[in-house]
């Protein structure tokens, strides 16, 4: 894989920002593959098409590019944020490509990809309304809230100026899938939570108690409920019936 843009095709560009779309448009239409199916055929819609950048011929995923210099940061702008809302509860949204660069050669940093079933209302901030002098007066855009998307839903195809081999990338799509399966974004919310919650402990094998510690957050995100203890053990059976735990023993649990 080729991690440096072809610079020869922003010479007709005056726009930095117009540079960089074309070149980096340019580099994941050539360089990256589709994740869910493997497919070497990442098509690039035509421009301004509103729902996605790029789209796979074999499997129909959509991808939506969003591009950085030097470092990606805990949230992205995004478009505008009752259209994200509306594509999220409609099950529309496209998956994520974020890949962040070196200003000075155009060198790709870390390139990964989202997959939409990590989207939830919780990670979509609403931002202020453009002020009345804008050309878009009023306009309300949204930042996706990158911190609060568990590291199992950022797939890196590039890493720290390393290529990740293509069978580690289609594992770790795969390996999420199941939160597709779920079609009430409040449960899905959940699951999520509790993944998070996982990976803060830091380690793959963990115990219920150590996961009970979070009940006060929890319950915080999820005012309405009264009974989180037994809404994370809900969870948790549903992680391991899908794969994504295992008991090791009672009361005790391990990331697969």
Excluded at 100 to 122: A, C, R
Aim: charged share 30%; hydrophobic share 35%; with cysteine.
């Amino acid at each position: 894989m080729n991690l440096f843009f072809d610079t020869r095709l922003a010479k007709n560009y005056k726009s930095q920002s117009q540079k960089i779309r074309v070149m980096s448009e340019h580099w994941v239409d050539k360089q990256i593959f589709c994740p869910n199916c493997g497919n070497l055929d990442i098509d690039k819609y035509e421009n301004n098409k509103p729902v996605a950048d790029f789209f796979c011929s074999n499997c129909k995923e959509d991808y939506e590019l969003k591009s950085k210099k030097e470092t990606i940061g805990a949230k992205i702008n995004d478009g505008a944020y009752r259209t994200m809302l509306e594509r999220l509860m409609g099950g529309h949204n496209p998956n994520f490509f974020l890949l962040n660069y070196n200003i000075h050669n155009y060198q790709v940093l870390d390139f990964f990809v989202i997959p939409k079933h990590f989207f939830v209302p919780e990670i979509i901030e609403k931002r202020k309304p453009l002020s009345q002098t804008a050309r878009r007066a009023g306009w309300v855009g949204c930042n996706i809230l990158l911190k609060s998307i568990p590291q199992t839903g950022k797939i890196f195809f590039v890493k720290d100026k390393i290529v990740k081999p293509k069978n580690k990338v289609l594992i770790q799509w795969e390996r999420t899938l199941f939160l597709r399966e779920e079609k009430v974004i409040d449960a899905k919310g959940w699951l999520l939570d509790v993944m998070v919650c996982i990976e803060k402990l830091g380690s793959k094998k963990f115990s219920l108690d150590e996961i009970y510690a979070f009940k006060d957050e929890l319950s915080k995100k999820h005012p309405n409920n009264h009974h989180i203890k037994d809404k994370i053990r809900q969870q948790l059976q549903v992680l391991r019936d899908k794969g994504y735990l295992k008991f090791f023993k009672r009361g005790h649990y391990q990331v697969v």
